[in-house]
């Protein structure tokens, strides 16, 4: 009977370690993962559903997945909590919201020829790298006093205007075969010439010597 007792004082920190270890800048944070995860189940119903009105949802997710973000960083500044953890949150909610839903959205609308699904994997590869190189930038400048100035290429949040351009798109009816551009047979793979508005928007976020200021 002895063997099989526990404290529950003692267990209890080790079950909410990562709870007690959050401020409240990272349920912020969390709201933009899950406007992006969100977004992203939105785009698998509409071509299931095929209703417009999953879409238009999915692609109003996106500005909502920004105001978080942007709210995020006013509130750690604000209460002074800026921590290893939230800038890693904040990095892995970006992908999810700027990098894999713009994509999913991407393909819903119809850029789904082999070539569309290359630039889109594109796209979010330099999503991925943009914010990593921005972490470790921003790592290598906390341990001094110097503040970072500027973004070397530009944000992930900046795929919020291809989503704008896709729900346009969709408001004039102008998806799956009807897209803008139309569609080329370019070898084995189709590529529809919208989906080039990713690799420009992937191309940019690694550029590194696009600097845009930072406010």
């Not at 119903?45 to 978080?68: G, I, N, Q, T």
């Not at 075969?177 to 191309?203: C, E, I, K, R, Y």
Request: aromatic fraction near 12%.
């Amino acid at each position: 009977m002895a063997a099989s007792q526990t404290n529950p004082g003692k267990a209890m920190p080790r079950h909410f370690s990562m709870i007690r270890g959050f401020h409240l800048a990272d349920f912020f944070t969390l709201g933009n993962a899950a406007c992006g995860v969100g977004g992203v189940l939105l785009a698998l119903a509409f071509m299931r559903s095929e209703s417009l009105a999953h879409f238009y949802w999915a692609a109003a997710l996106a500005p909502a997945a920004f105001v978080f973000d942007a709210v995020d960083g006013r509130v750690a500044r604000w209460r002074q909590t800026h921590s290893a953890l939230g800038r890693e949150l904040d990095s892995l909610a970006d992908v999810i919201s700027f990098g894999v839903m713009p994509a999913a959205l991407g393909f819903a609308a119809g850029l789904d020829g082999g070539w569309d699904c290359i630039i889109l994997a594109y796209f979010v590869c330099c999503g991925v790298s943009r914010l990593a190189r921005y972490n470790v930038t921003a790592e290598a400048l906390s341990e001094g006093s110097d503040k970072v100035k500027f973004f070397e290429g530009t944000p992930i949040p900046t795929s919020v205007v291809l989503v704008g351009v896709l729900a346009l798109a969709a408001w004039q009816q102008r998806m799956g075969d009807n897209l803008w551009g139309g569609a080329w047979q370019l070898g084995p793979w189709l590529l529809h010439p919208l989906v080039l508005m990713f690799a420009l928007s992937g191309t940019l976020m690694i550029s590194k010597t696009l600097r845009i200021p930072k406010f």
